[in-house]
């Protein structure tokens, strides 16, 4: 129990370091804003200021002093009039004069000595109360009276919040300028810069969205940034427009807009989908509703009621992920974005304060303006995690590089052992083969010898036996030479030796190469591959001297193509007594002929070549077609 009580204690002291400090952070971010709300507040020029007016409304005249604040939300049909005078001299060397409203709501139509010079109506943002869009007009010479002259402001408001007018600032346009155009860059041009750059982040969103649908997290924010773009960009209608419908979207896109960067922050951090957070989008359905149903002023109250506390419920929910985030990741993007949130938050509250009235002279509105710093962290946030992506992408690349070359040399080793044994399985094939001819051949003969020697033979007959073993013995030892798969030079020894061979019998051997190249190249051609084909050769010389009686051989090479690759043909043709044929292709008669041409068929079946016998009473001619291919191998064995 204790132990749990110290892991409990330990959670709490870290929960307070971390969360201590950031606290602290925030309100010095909170002093910071005011301060910087205060030292931001444009001047104006006070020596032109007019404050004293007269006020008709509902029917009744009563002095009142600007700024002020009319009890009105809706005043379309008799709306408040503010009447002042202020003096002119001619005398002065001022060229131009102008009247200049830092701020009001909704519209103002401005009159001197009864004639308007001002109409805010014709420009639609300006008529927006969020906006604090300054305006300027400058007054003919010719409605200018020497001393007093008549200036009066028509205030028309149409809601959601309550008729306010400024100081009016009566006086030298090259004095009022400066205050114009400050206020201008602030409240108008800054706007747009920052519109401008959301719908960009938009854009950008957009597209990584529609690249990775598996993290909804862009899209949200997406969606969010285009409803602030729409806000910006759209002019709402001017009333009595009746184009309710647009006032229903406009008015609805700022708590849906807060909804959708809460269900981003909730996305971006991993949380869990609250089991009622599709509350938060209930206001914004709400007001876009009866704005479609009902015409004004219904659903800029329920703007006020509903839309405006949602975005300080959102602001606040948001505070408190982002302080969450700050306590339990303890990272820079959480840290970044609390802060932003605080900052937004100040505004708001100041905004808030305005609008109730609690801050009667200061009815400037700011909470779009800090809208940017949210967009920074936002931004800040994307881009440290896109970063952090492409860092893991890069060491996933790296290890993956790792691995195949890993890969690759087991691979390579696997392979380099895999050769030397099939190059041993071969050598011991190619041994195996050596011995067994020389088992059958220089063997066989050996043994022959052995046999004439111990029956008492002499002479011709055992040098014979000699003679036909070191003539094996020879063919052997040929066969070994690499001849790089080159059947032609291993025919080339043959032909020397065969000549040797029939010299003494005075029988001629007629060489013919028909084709240029005599026969095609065999990479895969192997020693025992050649015995074969130089006994084939011999035994149908040995038949064509001792049997066949024949006066001239002709051996004849080449290379055929029937559309299916080249292949080789040998053909030995002597021109003999030959022998009579069974119908399986064999000698008719049961002699040492008859197993010679077994043997023949046998080595031709081994190398995978075609061996075809024919004879008769003008000769004998065996003709050998040799593979494509020579088999790795015995063909005959399977």
Known sequence: MSEIAAKASGRRRRLLSRLTPYLLLQALILIATILGLRLLQPSDPEDFALNGFSLREDGATRPVSLPHFTSSRYSLA?????????????????????VFL??????VE???????????????????????????????????????????????????????????????????????ETRTLLFVTLPVVFSAWQSILAVILAIMWLMRRREPVYGVLAAAMVLGVVQAFVPPPVPPATTSRLAAVLLASAPTESALIVVFALLFFDWRWPRYGALLFLPGIVVFVVGLLGGPPLPRILFLVLGIPMVGICLLLMASIAATEVVRRHDAVSLTLGCAVTIVLTCWIHDMLSVFEIVTNERTFVSRLSYSAMLVAIGAGLTWRFARALNQVDSFAGQLVTRVRETEERLKASFVREEARARAAALANERTRLMRDLHDGLGGQLVSIVALSERGQEGATITDAARAALKDLRLVIDSMDDIGGDLMLALGSWRERAAMQLRPHDIALDWRVATPQGLPLHPELRPWHVIQIVRILDEAVTNAVKHAQARNIVLSIETLDDGQGPYGVISVADDGKGFALACNGEAASASQTTRGLRNMRSRAARCGAVLDLRSDASGTRVRLQLPQIFPDSDAATG
């Open 110 to 180: 401005v009159a001197v000595n009864g004639v308007v010079v001002l109409d805010s109506r014709r420009d639609t943002n300006a008529n927006r109360p969020d906006r604090n869009t300054p305006q300027i007009a400058a007054i003919p010479a010719s409605l200018l009276h020497d001393g007093s002259n008549e200036i009066t402001v028509r205030l028309f408001v149409w809601g959601p919040l309550k008729g306010f007018l400024d100081t009016v600032y009566v006086g030298p346009d090259a004095a009022l300028r400066p205050a114009f």
């Open 78 to 98: 008799d709306p408040p009039l503010y009447a002042g005078t202020f003096a002119f001299h001619h005398g002065e060397a001022v060229p131009g004069w102008s």
């Open 102 to 107: 830092p701020r009001f709501s909704n519209a």
